[in-house]
């Protein structure tokens, strides 16, 4: 599985940022996914999954309200919606994509897409 995340950018805060991460894998809708992301400094966190179908969705409270992430199977394409960003949100943003197969767990990374917010 490739992972290629992208739209990341500089932007002033209470702007607005799409990132795209899309799969190379003829089986798409059989991985959550989930974006990630690192400040320098920090470690890397958690900020949204979205399950196979797309019908469950988690986001980290920091991002609540505005984040948004969804997925178009079709596309093999997942996204994360940004409003209101904050110089808090600045960092590397990745995507990674999760299947459970015969009880192994196997996780897969694309390379990050960096976002930097100005305040």
């Known amino acids: 599985v490739q992972l290629q995340a992208s739209g990341g950018g500089l932007v002033l805060a209470g702007g607005s940022l799409r990132l795209s991460c899309a799969a190379s894998v003829r089986t798409f809708s059989r991985y959550a996914l989930a974006w990630f992301r690192q400040a320098p400094g920090r470690e890397r966190e958690l900020v949204a999954s979205?399950?196979?179908?797309?019908?469950?969705?988690h986001s980290a409270d920091s991002i609540q309200g505005r984040f948004t992430i969804s997925r178009d199977n079709a596309k093999n394409t997942v996204y994360l919606q940004m409003n209101n960003l904050e110089p808090e949100d600045t960092g590397a943003y990745y995507c990674?994509?999760?299947?459970?197969?015969?009880?192994?767990?196997?996780?897969?990374w694309g390379p990050g897409t960096q976002v930097t917010v100005s305040s």
């Open positions: 990674s994509a999760v299947q459970w197969q015969d009880g192994v767990r196997y996780e897969y």
């Open positions: 979205i399950s196979e179908s797309g019908d469950y969705t």
